[in-house]
Every structure is written in C-alpha cells, then in structure tokens.
C-alpha cells in the first residue's frame, strides 16, 4: 500500500479454505485464493474545465485452493472533477466469469444460465452536478455483455435543497437484460424527503416502487438527539403489492412494522 496526491497503489492476497467455518459472520465464497492490485494516477491540469482526474487501473484475480481459475476483473476507471464542481466518471472492464454448474436466475420464468466460460464487456458513464447548488442533477448509463446477452442500465433523477431544513430527490432506474431464454425489464422509480426541524430533530422519508416484484415500499425515521452521543429513533417500514396486482385496485400490505430504538451516552 501506497498512497500520495498525485498516484498511488494498493495490493492484496486473501486465501479462504473450503472447510473454513467462521464462529461469527458468514462467508460468501469459500475455497479461493484472491488477489487484488489497483494502481491510480492523479494529473491535477486546473484547466478551463477540468480540474482534477483520478484515473484507476485495477484487476482482480481468483482461483480456488488447488489454484483453477474461477474469476478474473480488470477494470479502467477515469473520475473527472470538473472546474465547476461537477463529476464526469467512465469506466470499462473485461471480465470472465466461470461456471461450473448451471445457475437458476429466474427459475420462476424457466430463466437458467448455462454452465461455462464467460468473457464479457463492460462500458459505463455517469454524471453528477455539483452537490453546492439547490436544484442538482445526475445520470448514469451501463452497458454489458450478460453471460449469453447483454445488459442495459440507464437512470437519472434530480434533486432540490432551497435551504438547510429541507431537501427532496427523485429518481428513476432501469434495467433491460436480454437473453435467449428470455428478457427481464425492471424500472425502479425512487422519492427521498428529507426534513431538519433543528439541529436535534430529523425526519426521513423514502418511497420507492419496483415494477419486476410489484411492490411499493415506504420508510419514514424519525431521529431526535436528546442529548450529544444519545438518541431516539422510531421507524416505520411499510411495503406493499403483489406480482399481477394494480396500484389503481388498492394494493394490500404485504409487511408492516414499527421500531423504537432509544440510547444513552455513559460517561465514566
């Protein structure tokens, strides 16, 4: 590990035995050997319109114990800080995945990824305005090839802060997977609100609406600080909606539940 302004980099080995069984936690994958290296640069031209860039290179490798590849993600990523605050990012990868038995991805639509070798593409860009103004907005376009077909994903929304007290943000997510089993639409449709009273009492509320499940959820939290390091949350999340049933008809709950959260900082 090294790190200064202008480039750094960054190195690691991790080993996990098949028959690891960890006391606390849970492992997503066991029985690899995984090593990660990332080397960035950081030209500062303080020109017109660019003010600074992080570039990244960085490219993962995995095996299993006997040492037979499973993975392998290398990466090119280029975060553009524009002159005016913004952020400007692209990114491309190539990535091979293996498959040693089939991978039910949708077995509710007969979806199953077939057991393989899988080299694929990756290109993306995002925007973001700068965080400094009232009214913000950001975007973000992927594009990938998806074991035997692509991926799409594209979003956006915008944002409105006309003061310290309050904020709102909507947002809009689509993805667009294609295969030859199938294709899989999903649009995610996303409402923030954020209210400050004062310096001590805050309320949160998030909606959000996903097309593929069917479901609207909601979650409001209420946070009051009664004293420094001491608070008191309550929180509400609601959830609703079936696959093949209309938000017009009245959708029923699906969950519904309260939590109350009370702590104390002790000083001794």
């Known amino acids: 590990d090294f790190t200064k302004d ?7 080995h991790m080993f996990i035995d098949k028959d690891f069984n960890p006391p606390v936690g849970f492992v997503l994958r066991p029985d690899i050997r995984r090593t990660f290296a990332t080397f960035r640069v950081s030209p500062q ?22 040492g037979r590849l499973q993975d392998w993600d290398y990466r090119l990523t280029v975060f553009n800080q524009l002159s005016n605050g913004d952020n400007l990012n692209f990114s491309y990868g190539r990535i091979f995945e293996r498959l040693d038995q089939p991978f039910p991805f949708r077995p509710d639509r007969g979806i199953e990824i077939p057991a393989d070798d899988y080299r694929n593409h990756l290109l993306s860009a995002d925007f973001q305005s700068s965080a400094k103004r009232k009214l913000i907005g950001f975007t973000n376009v992927l594009w990938r090839e998806f074991f035997e077909g692509d991926l799409f994903n594209w979003g956006g929304g915008f944002g409105y802060s006309p003061n310290a007290h309050f904020s709102f943000q909507v947002n809009y997510d689509r993805n667009e997977i294609d295969l030859p089993q199938g294709a899989l639409n999903t649009n ?23 097309s593929e499940t069917n479901e609207l959820s909601t979650n409001l939290r209420f946070n009051f600080i009664h004293s420094p390091g001491s608070d008191l949350f309550i ?25 109350l959260k009370f702590t104390r900082l002790l000083k001794i």
């Open 188 to 210: 995610l449709f996303g409402l923030r609100f954020n209210l400050a009273l004062n310096t001590n009492t805050f309320l949160n509320t998030l909606v959000q609406y996903n």
């Open 45 to 66: 031209p303080n020109g017109r319109f660019l003010r600074r860039s992080n570039i990244f290179q960085t490219f993962s490798h995995i095996t299993n114990a006997e």
């Open 235 to 259: 929180v509400y999340n609601d959830s609703r909606g079936r696959p093949g049933e209309k938000i017009g008809d009245g959708l029923p709950s699906r969950n519904r539940e309260f939590t």
């Open 6 to 12: 202008h480039w750094g980099w960054f190195a690691s």
